[in-house]
């Protein structure tokens, strides 16, 4: 090391410094891009969406063997919380128990599922016409969220959509 007039060392320090703040550097971007890699790594190359492999993992059911989803609902109690209560009160217990009846044909609700996408993930999962079940789930919404008085003729209207609910799922199309 070269010492200057005043007898300190000047040169070879900073050159020091530099070198070693390169390589901290260059470590630092390898363990980012690595890191990226991992987490982003399918989506990169195949043009598809980035997300997180860990969330994306868990986000699809898989139903044994490409079959479908065989769902019945339990007509006698449905009607029975139908026709108790007032109609507002009745219609919320009607859709809770055709919730009941999808999960124990395996199609729970998700916590964070709206009533919406899961009318959407039972009428594609049982392959039924999603008429009926789509305006029950409206009922519902109305019955669970609304603040205006709900009559009979809401009731009796859910009434006639359950009954079309039944039929669609006697009648369910064989998807392939």
């Keep these: 090391m070269q010492s200057d007039d005043d007898g300190g060392y000047v040169a070879s320090y900073g050159l020091l410094f530099d070198v070693m703040a390169g390589v901290v550097i260059a470590v630092l971007a390898v363990a980012a891009g690595a890191f990226a890699l991992r987490e982003l790594g399918p989506g990169l ?25 065989r769902m019945a609902v339990d007509i006698d109690t449905a009607r029975a919380v139908l026709s108790s209560g007032s109609p507002r009160n009745a219609i919320v217990a009607c859709w809770m128990q055709l919730e009941r009846d999808a999960a124990a044909a395996g199609l729970a609700r998700f916590e964070a599922e ?63």
């Design 114 to 176: 709206t009533s919406s996408e899961y009318v959407e993930r039972v009428v594609v999962a049982s392959s039924i016409s999603s008429g009926p079940i789509t305006e029950l789930a409206g009922l519902y919404r109305e019955a669970r969220f609304s603040r205006h008085e709900l009559t009979d003729a809401h009731r009796a209207r859910a009434a006639e959509v359950l009954g079309g609910v039944v039929v669609a799922l006697d009648q369910r199309s064989v998807v392939s």
């Design 45 to 69: 190359w195949t043009g598809g969406p980035l997300r997180l492999r860990r969330r994306r993992e868990k986000i699809f059911e898989v139903l044994d063997d490409g079959s479908q989803l």
